[in-house]
């Protein structure tokens, strides 16, 4: 499917080499250096189920990505970036019944929303935006490349035995025990009767009644959540990805399983580094839709908030940190535009080459944009106590802001 429109990105200064970006694998648990020397970066960010789009936990992940792709290209990458949309499953297909709304419609609509979100959110978009309903051939092929004991029937439906990966459970690290409870909360079905192991996933689910379905060499059903991105990744962007990222929530089981599903599927290794972005609350819950304490961008900017001043209330935390959105965040943040912007529209200003070496070594050292964000502050506050007679100063400190942080000072 479409994603959305590329936003114009400005060059900015390089007098000396950036350097390599440096991110937290979870897998490892340490800070490491992710995307290659030259060529081109992969990277696959697991998108939106399509309904109740696009809250601030939404809108931080991919903002979170977006920093990631902005210093891959910085730095003189290419990068190519795979995004699904999971337009079939359970939890799209329960609100489409409860809300009478027809579920490609309910679908499409939120698809829609959620472009228009994250290009006013400047936003680069993947080269590849792809729905589930889209790859049930990626699906169905990757499953008859798994060989015969990987995959197993209950009734009629399929499920992936996770322990012919002798890695399984190397990314969370859990305990059985937490495993089970947690895969309950998250769509899995440790207690279902005939499960060779609690943890197994379902990959193909038999056709239900008044529920779509696709003919496939494993009956009439439709995939299963894990082995979505598993396919979709591997078929766009190829073995070995350098990154496989998210929000928190997904470490387990999702990337867990769609990377014991690739590995398996293709005797090859899924990702080289596992990234996620912390959880965005309101007051102290995570905010969810099935909680339903959603804060949407959309009606922010419906009611005239600034979506750049949405982006850098998100980015003045830290993406591995979890946190709270409160007015307050989003007050400093509007504070913190109107400073940036002020600077900026000067004639002259302080010299931009320490703040733009301090914003990429920010960035660069885990994505640490609330330092960056603290480097441009410094910046603006200077230029405007001293002045400054440098005349690129302030359109190189605009571009630096919007290349590299995404936000766009100009109007
Ligand atoms: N379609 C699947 C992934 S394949 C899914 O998790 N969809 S989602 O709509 O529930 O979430 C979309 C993205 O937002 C995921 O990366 C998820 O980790 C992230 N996300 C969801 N809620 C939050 C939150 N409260 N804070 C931060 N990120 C969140
Ligand atoms: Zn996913």
Redesign the pocket.
Known sequence: MHAWTTPAIPTIPRTEPTPRLRLTNTATGSIEEAGPTGGTARIY??????Y??T????A???VTFDLVNRYWRDHGLAVDYTQ???DV?DPLLERATATGVDWTELALSQIELFRTDMTALNVIPPSNYIGAVEAIDLVTAMLQRMPEQALYRVDNDWYFDVHTDPAFGSLSKLDPATAIRISASRGGDPDRVGKRHPLDCLVWQAERDGEPSWDSPYGVGRPG?HI??AAIANHYLGNEIDVQ??????VFP?HEMSSAEAKVATGEPFARSYV??????LNGL????SKGNLVLVSKLRAAGTDPMAIRLALQANHYRSDWSWTDEGLAAAEERLRLWRHATDLDSGLNAAGVLAEVRGALADDLNAPAALAAIDGWASATLAVGGDDTDGPRDVAAAADALLGIKLTR
């Open positions: 960010v697991c998108g939106i189920t399509p109740d789009a809250h601030m936990g939404h931080n992940t991919y699904n949309v999971t499953d959540w979505e991105c990222g998210g929000g928190s929530d997904l999702h996620h972005a912390g959880m965005v609350g995570k905010m969810s839709k």
